[in-house]
């Protein structure tokens, strides 16, 4: 793979938590290129490193040591400035899908649009389309207190993908799911990434996924020990 195009581009990358004796190291050397519009699937066993990898790809971490190069840009020393614009690029889905209990699916998907896109006179477009792709048209006005667990997980995956993002970081996304909601979050996210060319990166423990991965990348103990597919 040609490492000026991919959408992610990792090199000689360690992480350490914590200082003095408690100081731990996480992450070893890693090297990874993720290729564009793909849907990349983060395997490994608790604690092997994967949060901590996604988080410094996503510029939700700063960059310790080594290279990471997201959509052009090298992450580590960057200033805050364009770690900010590198974010406006993102979308991010996690576990505990972080809805605001007082706001409609509507307006939870508005937020995905940050400041600018939101104070737009015509946010409802776009917030509309997204949750009628998600299945949830006739949800619209709903307060998450009033959907089902996949339910808001799809208005999670809605608000990532609201404000057309180059690339989604999902952190076990499935897994307060059950079989049938987490395989048809996952299929819908591959299936607008595959439509809009956007890269999924995802963290997973849900064996049900790896067959909708285009690759598979293993952790063990903070080093990339193994590729599926
Ligand atoms: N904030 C932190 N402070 C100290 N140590 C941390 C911190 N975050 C993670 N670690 C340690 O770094 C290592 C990797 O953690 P990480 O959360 O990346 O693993 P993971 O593969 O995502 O695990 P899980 O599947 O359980 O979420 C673990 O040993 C963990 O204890």
């Known amino acids: 793979m040609d490492r000026s195009t991919a959408a992610i581009d990792v090199r000689g990358l360690n992480h350490w938590f914590g200082t003095g004796e408690a100081r731990k190291q996480a992450l ?9 519009g793909r849907l990349t699937v983060l395997l490994g066993a608790s604690g092997s490193g994967k949060t901590t990898l996604l988080t410094l790809m996503g510029c939700l971490r700063e960059v310790q040591d080594g290279s990471v190069r997201l959509l052009g840009q090298e992450l580590a020393g960057a200033r805050e400035e364009l770690l900010v614009a590198c974010r406006r690029r993102l979308g991010f ?25 939101s104070a737009a006179a015509d946010w409802r477009e776009p917030c509309e389309h997204l949750l009628r792709l998600v299945g949830l048209g006739e949800r619209l006005d709903y307060l998450p207190g009033n959907l089902s667990g996949g339910q808001k997980q799809r208005v999670a995956v809605a608000r990532a993908l609201v404000g057309n993002p180059e690339v989604v ?17 996952v299929r819908m996210l591959k299936a607008l990434g595959e439509a809009r060319g956007t890269t999924t990166l995802m963290v997973t423990h849900d064996p049900r996924i790896l067959d909708l991965a285009d690759r ?14």
Do not use: C, K, Y
């Not at 070893?28 to 564009?36: A, K, T, V, Y």
């Not at 970081?169 to 979050?185: H, I, K, Y």
């Open 93 to 117: 889905i996690f576990q505990a899908h972080n809805l605001h209990d007082s706001l409609t699916a509507m307006q939870n998907v508005r937020m995905g649009l940050g400041v600018h896109g």
């Open 169 to 185: 970081f999902a952190d076990e996304p499935t897994a307060a799911l059950d079989r049938d909601s987490g395989l048809q979050v």
């Open 28 to 36: 070893f050397d890693i090297d990874l290129s993720i290729e564009r």
């Open 216 to 229: 598979i990348v293993t952790l063990e103990d903070g080093r990339l020990v193994g590729e599926g597919r």
